[in-house]
């Protein structure tokens, strides 16, 4: 009996019970189909996109000399190996990138937006954000991404080409350098990764959580150019299939392979806000959603009577909930009017006396229609309407019924 209560127990476990918890959301989040959708959207404006990146390197002259770098960087972790004629043809269109016209540029930029927007969609999917940036944002957001990218990627190659080219750190100590040259691009990734994590969701993301996606992302995908860079050199059988054309699918399959790293990584960011309390093992979202409105509305009340403002963040210590459930609750009360997003964060828009708790518990969990004629459901409302009654009261007098059995104790005293 012991054994099989131990057995239960490893299973019920924090980690574990996590892990299926992430396995739900990415089936959820239908990640094959979105996956697949961008690795087709990819396929469009992935070249132009590399070509605005060779265009803003080239641009300033620091970075003149680690072209042919940049451009082996991007091929070599576009296809790990074996792929000579997607290879020649990319290399050959980037090449020629200095002879676009104004308008080509403005074409090639509008194709690499489009693959951006369409990241940026998808996100707000994962993240669950209904509502979209203001438009000076995402330019702003989209703009930051075309030039200081590029610049961050090139300042990135030049350290690794003085370290490796200008000295003999690689002869001396030929090992050492192999580790710091793939921890230096897990890095880099990372820190792009992060920057993605943490900015492209219309959510608040926390820097922490955005930085362990970003680290667990960063690893994934040089496993997966390693593994999958492997099975193109050792097993070819689908040279005999496809012959001349075999790199075509091979490409395709590395960039879907691609997208599911990167989107899994997002997932497990968006997830990381509910580890805190264990709140992935929440049951009951519908009692347990009205609970947490009224403990939001509290804090915001003692908030209002402080004469300050909060931010997301400041609600998790009242409530069980991932950025992205809290993030939607937040956008639903401010739609009725009854909080608002300022300069400085959340607070009250409507007076306590004001806010109804069965108006609440209507909007969150159980709406009754007086137009309803099924006869059913009309009974079962004649059934509810008790309940709703007694919940007929406002926020103001809620908080003082609740705080009347402390002040009893203090006044018999």
Request: hydrophobic content about 50%.
């Amino acid at each position: 009996m012991q054994p099989k209560i131990k057995h239960l127990s490893i299973w019920q476990s924090k980690p574990v019970a996590f892990f299926f918890f992430l396995l739900r959301r990415i089936g959820d989040a239908q990640l094959n189909q979105v996956a697949a959708s961008l690795t087709f959207t990819t396929l469009l404006a992935l070249v132009p996109f590399i070509t605005i990146t060779f265009i803003v390197i080239s641009a300033f002259p620091v970075f003149a000399d680690i072209s042919t770098q940049f451009q082996n960087m991007i091929t070599s972790t576009l296809m790990p190996s074996s792929s000579e004629v997607i290879s020649t043809y990319m290399n050959d269109f980037i090449g020629k990138a200095g002879n676009l016209t104004a308008i080509g540029i403005i074409a090639l930029g509008i194709s690499a937006v489009l693959l951006i927007n369409t990241v940026e969609r998808t996100f707000n999917q994962i993240w669950q954000a209904k509502q979209e940036r203001p438009l000076v944002w995402r330019v702003l957001i989209y703009w930051t991404i075309l030039t200081l990218g590029p610049l961050l990627i090139g300042g990135g190659l030049s350290v690794w080409s003085w370290l490796f080219r200008f000295t003999d750190f690689p002869m001396l100590y030929p090992s050492l350098a192999a580790i710091i040259r793939v921890s230096g691009s897990i890095f880099l990734s990372t820190l792009i990764l992060w920057a993605i994590f943490r900015f492209v969701p219309y959510r608040y993301v926390p820097g922490r959580h955005a930085l362990i996606g970003a680290l667990f992302t960063a690893v994934a995908l040089e496993i997966t150019r390693r593994g999958f860079g492997f099975y193109v050199a050792n097993f070819n059988s689908y040279q005999i299939i496809y012959g001349a054309f075999a790199a075509i699918p091979v490409f395709l399959l590395w960039i879907l392979c691609l997208w599911y790293v990167l989107l899994s990584g997002a997932v497990l960011t968006a997830s990381l806000s509910y580890w805190r309390g264990e709140t992935f093992r929440r049951r009951g979202r519908k009692r347990g959603r009205f609970d947490d409105v009224i403990k939001v509305l509290i804090k915001l009340y003692e908030a209002q009577q402080a004469g300050i403002a909060l931010k997301t963040q400041d609600f998790r210590d009242e409530v069980a909930m991932g950025y992205d459930e809290l993030g939607d609750l937040l956008v639903r009360l401010g739609k009725m009017d009854i909080i608002q997003d300022g300069a400085d964060g959340w607070v009250l828009k409507v007076a306590p006396e004001n806010i109804i708790l069965a108006d609440i518990f209507q909007s969150f969990v159980y709406c009754i229609s007086e137009d309803d004629h099924d006869l059913w459901l009309q009974s079962l409302h004649d059934l509810m309407a008790p309940g709703l009654n007694t919940l007929n009261l406002s926020l103001a007098e809620f908080i003082q019924q609740a705080e009347a059995p402390k002040a009893q104790p203090a006044q018999t005293t």
